[in-house]
């Protein structure tokens, strides 16, 4: 059973940093596109950032040039470096997977940036 296993996250101070980390399980294949979603309370998922096998990233307007992306396809992980982060990143992030045309997602992990 294919399975996306997303690590990190937790409680940070506005300013600070946190890493996401998202492993692909289950499948001998890697997924064609790896990211990240969030969802804040009251609001829609959306996107914070993309990354297809040998491509470059997409991210969501809001995290540009705060966030980075990145796979190792070797261990068909992806992670997430979140910096400078504000009050309004706080949310559950999603790890989202596609491959053969199916779509994946992680468990959700929470992420608070609060003083």
């Known amino acids: 059973q294919v399975q996306l296993v997303g690590s990190g996250g937790g409680l940070v101070q506005p300013g600070g940093s946190l890493r996401l980390s998202c492993t692909h399980v289950?499948?001998?294949?890697?997924?064609?596109?790896m990211g990240w979603y969030r969802q804040a309370p009251g609001k829609q998922r959306e996107l914070v950032a993309t990354?297809?096998?040998?491509?470059?990233?997409q991210y969501g307007d809001s995290v540009k040039g705060r966030f980075t992306i990145s796979r190792d396809n070797a261990k068909k992980t992806v992670s997430l470096q979140m910096n400078s982060l504000k009050p309004e990143d706080t949310a559950v992030y999603y790890c989202y997977g596609k491959g053969s045309g199916v779509e994946y997602w992680g468990q959700g992990t929470q992420v608070t940036v609060s003083s």
């Open positions: 289950g499948s001998i294949f890697n997924m064609y596109v």
């Open positions: 990354l297809p096998g040998g491509g470059r990233g």
